[in-house]
């Protein structure tokens, strides 16, 4: 049975405020995750969500079967999101900077580190860059490291931060964009 768990953690929330280069009204809103089961260790600063996972805060979803939020002695959150059967762990908000852009991405793991502003994602990862339905980028590998504060996104063909001959291939897909001041 699904139940709404309304969580006004400190950790929740400063973990989803800057996850995937966020629009900024969405540090504001609250953070509420869905799940069949929550458990809370206090003295390890550990939450685990279990069960069809679902957290919203302002336009950021993220799905995932398995949700683990840790905090460190300084107060920076840690989160690692993990797939289920046959359904990736996923993450989809509304960036800055135009009407309709949006990032989503998804893979077997998601890890995201609040302190770096790093999102890193494991096992046939997919990340997109959107402008309504369309979308503008595209890239897919093993592993996707995304750094929130330069954009920077780094794709390898093995499901860690490094490339090896023969391991695959990685994909990327970069639309043209259209200069509007012409």
């Known amino acids: 049975m699904k139940r709404l768990i309304p969580l006004s953690l400190f950790a929740l929330n400063m973990l989803v405020a800057g996850f995937a280069y966020a ?45 683990v939020v840790t905090q460190d002695a300084a107060g920076y959150q840690y989160a690692t999101l993990y797939a289920g059967q046959g359904k990736p762990a996923s993450f989809r908000q509304k960036r800055d900077g135009g009407q309709d852009l949006w990032i989503e991405g998804e893979a ?35 592993f996707i ?18 490339s090896k001959p023969g391991a695959g291939r990685v994909k990327a897909i970069i639309q043209p964009r259209n200069d509007s001041k012409k």
Not at 39 to 67: C, E, P, W
């Open 23 to 67: 629009e900024k009204a969405d540090a504001d809103k609250p953070t509420n995750i869905e799940a069949d089961q929550m458990s809370y260790d206090d003295v390890r600063q550990v939450n685990v969500f279990t069960g069809n996972v679902v957290l919203t805060r302002g336009t950021l979803i993220m799905k995932a079967h398995k949700m």
């Open 108 to 142: 077997e793991r998601i890890e995201y580190d609040n302190k770096a502003d790093v999102a890193k994602l494991f096992s046939k990862a997919k990340m997109r860059r959107l402008e309504g339905k369309k979308v503008t980028d595209e890239v897919e590998g093993e």
């Open 145 to 162: 490291s995304y750094d929130n504060r330069t954009e920077f996104y780094a794709v390898n063909n093995t499901p860690s931060d490094t």
